[in-house]
C-alpha cells in the first residue's frame, strides 16, 4: 500500500496510477488542507495554502486514505465540483481537534441527495448522489465537528440500530440562517446546510430524539417503506422515523400536537382507554397497518403501551401549571416526561401521588373515594380479603358515576373531575382486575 509522508512544509508531489489503496498521512503540524479536483487532467489534489502537497490520478475503484496527523488539529475542505472522487478515507487520528468541511463550489447545482449514515461513534459514512446513478463515498473517522455547506434536494441521517443514541437536533449556533445542527451521544456533530426538499432523519426504537425550537406538525406519511412523522421549522421538512411512532417528539404531553397542552390531551388518551382502537393487549400497533393514521399521539411516556400513566402524566402537568390543589404532589422533574417504568414503580409511584392526585378533588363527593382507593391499593400491594373485593366494586362504580356525572358540565373544574373518575376506573381495571372478575 502506497504511503506519503510529509515534513512540516516541504512541498512533495506524485502522479499515480495505481490500482492499489493509496495513504496520505498530513504533516505532523496539524493545519488548514485544500482537497480540489482538476477536471483538466483528472486529477485529486490536496493543498496547503498555496503549497501542493499530493496529487493522485483519479480512480473510482482506488480508495484515497488521508490520515491526520497525531496530536494536531487538522481541518480537510473538500472544495466538491460534482466531479467522480476517489472513495475517500479521513482518520483524524488521535488526539487533537480534527474537522471536516464540505464546500461546493459557486454556482454548484444541488445533488439530489447527501445522506449520512452513522457507523459508530466514530465512523460516519456520507454518500453524495450527485447524478443520480453516479456516487461519491466519504468515510470521516473520529472527527467533531463536520461542516457540510454542500447544497441538496434531500437529505438523510440514519442511526445504527445496535447502539442507544440520544439525539439532538437544532438550528445550531445561530438560529436565523440555514445551518442546521445534528448530534447525539454516540456520533460526531455535524452542521449541515438545510436541504431543499426534506431532511429524512431515521432512529432505531431505543433511541431518543430532542428537536429544539418551535415545530409545527404537518401529518404522516410512509418513507421507503417506514412510517414517518412530518414537522416543518420554516423552510425546513423534516420527516421522522422512529422512535415512538406513537409518541410527540416535539412534546409528549401535546397529544393532538396542537402546539400546547391542555384538557383535550388527556381526553384524547381516555378515548383511547375506553375505546382501544389502535391498540392490541394495551400495545398500540404499527401505524403503516392503518389505512389513516389518527394524528394523535397517545403514548406519552413513550413505552409503547396504552395506560392510564399515559393521561396522569397530562393531568399532573396542567395540574402544575395551574398550582392550587397538586402543589404537594409534584411530580420529579425525572419523572415528569418520557418515563419508561415497569410495575413495580408505577405501584410506588400511584401510592405517592397518582392516586391522591386522582381523588383530592373528590374527597367530598364519593363517600370517602380517597380513602377507599388509597386502601385499595395499599391492600393490593399486600394481599385482598375475599371480604374486601365488593367493598372495591363499589368504589369502581362510585367512579364511573360520578364520571356519568361530571362530564356533561360545561365547567372545566366538572371537566376535570370527570376525567380523574374515568382514570381510576381504568387503574383499577388495570392493575386489580384480577381481584374484581
Known sequence: MPQFE?????????????????????????????????????????????????????????????????????????????????????????????????????????????????????????????????????????????????????????????????????????????????????????????????????????????????????????????????????????????????SNPVDSLDTNASGNVTPIDVLLVINELNQRQFQVDRVFVDPLQLSDFPNTFLDVNGDGLSSPIDALLVINFLNLQGGGEAEDLEMPASQQRNMNVDLAIDMQAMNHWYFPLLCRSMESEGAGIYEVVATFHHRRAVSIEPSEIEAYRSSRSIFAQLFARKMNSSTSDDIKSAMKSQLAVELIDQYFDEFLL
Open 6 to 246: 510529509l515534513e512540516n512544509t516541504e512541498s512533495f508531489a506524485i502522479l499515480s496510477n495505481t490500482i492499489r489503496p493509496v495513504v496520505f498521512n498530513l504533516p505532523a503540524v496539524g493545519g488548514i488542507y485544500d482537497l480540489v479536483v482538476d477536471e483538466t487532467s483528472n486529477e485529486f489534489i490536496v493543498n496547503r495554502g498555496d503549497i501542493e502537497l499530493f496529487r493522485l490520478h483519479i480512480d473510482n475503484s482506488v480508495p484515497l486514505r488521508i490520515n491526520g496527523a497525531p496530536d494536531a488539529d487538522d481541518l480537510l475542505i473538500l472544495n466538491y465540483s460534482a466531479t467522480a472522487l476517489p472513495r475517500l478515507i479521513y482518520d483524524g487520528g488521535t488526539g487533537g481537534n480534527d474537522a471536516f468541511e464540505l464546500v461546493f463550489r459557486q454556482n454548484q447545482e444541488a445533488v439530489p441527495r447527501l445522506d449520512y449514515a452513522f457507523q459508530s461513534p466514530m465512523v460516519t459514512d456520507l454518500t453524495i448522489n450527485f447524478n443520480g446513478d453516479l456516487l461519491d463515498h466519504i468515510q470521516m473517522i473520529d472527527l467533531e465537528p463536520i461542516f457540510d455547506h454542500g447544497k441538496a434536494v434531500y437529505r438523510s441521517f440514519e442511526f445504527p440500530a445496535a447502539s442507544v443514541d440520544q439525539i439532538a437536533f437544532s438550528t445550531g449556533d445561530d438560529p436565523t440562517d440555514t445551518i442546521w445542527r445534528i448530534d447525539s451521544n454516540n456520533s460526531e456533530v455535524v452542521d449541515f446546510e438545510q436541504p431543499s426538499d426534506f431532511l429524512l432523519l431515521t432512529s432505531s426504537e431505543e433511541d431518543s430524539v430532542e428537536l429544539a425550537g418551535t415545530w409545527v406538525y404537518e401529518g404522516t406519511e410512509a418513507v421507503e417503506g417506514k412510517f414517518a412523522r412530518l414537522f416543518s421549522q420554516g423552510e425546513l421538512l423534516l420527516k421522522l422515523v422512529g422512535p415512538d411512532d406513537w
